[in-house]
């Protein structure tokens, strides 16, 4: 999972991203309004947490402007003010949750965990490809009896891979997922994960394999298919 974090206040930011950390989530910080949309139109995200009172352009009309042009992202919005008026006009510009600050790092992360599981946006834990399965949460490859333990970025591109069916993934479809716009590596970094992935795949014994698509980006295939 990848959140966007639209937060003018650092410390905050970093806390929340930190947090998101131990959930095996990765995230990207915008500091103003303006950045947060740019970055949240790019459709890499999740999630969105947002604060609402923003540098250049205020939360609830970073909000606005993502539903008016058809994205349905996730919207977590946090403020200060946490009065019935105020939480009205977040929802009714299209946010999905409001939260008041202070808060609960586990108040937080349970906005977050139900928001992921909305039901027309449903993302299982657990994802099944051949003989392989992915727990989401823990990161845990296995196959059979055995178990490997992936990395983030790794749990990232096969969640992807083996979201996909069996269908190719763009290059830049996993480079921006798995590295976000901001921490973009070069092209030859995801080669070197596939090659990571596929060690794995083979440490594991499984019938499925890691292949490229040419000019296209990368899918899982079982073998004797």
């Not at 639209?6 to 131990?22: G, H, K, P, W």
């Not at 009065?83 to 586990?106: I, Q, W």
């Not at 055995?146 to 269908?167: F, P, W």
Request: proline share 4%.
């Amino acid at each position: 999972m990848r959140v966007l974090i639209v937060e003018d206040e650092e410390r905050m930011a970093l806390t929340i991203q930190q947090l998101l950390s131990t959930q095996r989530m990765l995230s990207d910080i915008a500091s103003d309004g303006e950045a947060g949309l740019d970055s949240a139109m790019s459709g890499i995200y999740d999630l969105i947490i947002l604060d609402v009172m923003l540098p250049k352009l205020d939360g609830l009309e970073v909000v606005r402007r993502l539903r008016a042009k058809g994205r349905q992202i996730p919207v977590l919005l946090l403020t200060a003010r946490g009065e019935v008026p105020d939480r009205v006009r977040g929802l009714n510009a299209g946010a999905d949750y409001y939260l008041t600050k202070p808060f609960a790092s586990s108040e937080l992360l349970a906005c977050v965990r139900a928001l992921l599981r909305r039901p027309e946006e449903l993302r299982p834990d657990t994802l099944v490809y051949g003989d392989l399965t992915l727990s989401v949460e823990t990161g845990i490859l296995s196959c059979g009896t055995e178990r490997i333990q992936l990395s983030k970025k790794e749990l990232e591109l096969m969640r992807l891979l083996m979201g996909s069916g069996g269908a190719p993934v763009e290059r830049e479809t996993l480079l921006l997922k798995a590295w976000g716009y901001d921490n973009m590596p070069e092209s030859n970094v995801l080669d070197a994960y596939m090659s990571f992935l596929r060690k794995k795949l083979q440490h594991l014994q499984s019938n499925v394999e890691v292949t490229s698509r040419r000019q296209i980006g990368y899918c899982l295939r079982e073998k004797n298919a």
